[in-house]
């Protein structure tokens, strides 16, 4: 299976706001969903930022979803998202190993929600490790969820 990283195209964006409405997506990632206004700002403040590196992840020639780097007070993150059509194929883990030999800054770290199994096995598969876990009350989401930090040294 070949996951291919490549650049971001204005046209990726309206799959991604698709992609980052689904309801069983929304609940794994604990993330809480953006109007269309909303995340198209959100995307281009990204986007303009050159700090951050950012890639669509093209899978056989579908927009599958997207991996992120960018810096936190507290050190680099990174980010990924796949639209559910695309789970349990391993794509999650190979784009995230391309993307980390395209970012390479280490430490590199990763914040993710403890109900999400899959993308904990994602992380530790490319050699992140659990640093700890805490629970915080999302503002954006109005609930308190467990957020584990794993690091990639």
């Known amino acids: 299976m070949a996951a291919l990283l490549r650049d971001v195209l204005e046209s990726d964006l309206p799959v991604f706001f698709e992609q980052g409405r689904d309801p069983e997506a929304v609940r794994m990632a604990a ?25 669509t992840i093209d899978f056989e020639g579908q927009v599958a979803g997207y991996a992120l780097a960018f810096d936190l007070d507290d050190g680099r993150r990174v980010g990924y998202w796949l639209g559910r059509e695309f789970w349990g194929k391993g794509l999650a883990t190979k784009a995230l190993t391309e993307f980390l030999d395209v970012e390479t800054v280490r430490p590199i770290y990763a914040d993710v929600a403890t109900a999400n199994i899959g993308s ?12 700890r876990s805490e629970v915080e009350h999302d503002e954006r989401l109005g609930e ?7 690091e990639l040294a």
């Open 31 to 55: 993330v809480p969903v953006r109007d269309e206004e909303a995340f198209m700002a959100h995307w281009h403040k990204i986007l303009a930022d050159d700090s951050g590196t950012i890639r």
């Open 120 to 131: 904990i096995r994602v992380l530790e598969k490319c050699g992140f490790t659990f640093v």
């Open 144 to 150: 308190d969820v467990e957020v584990a930090l794993y």
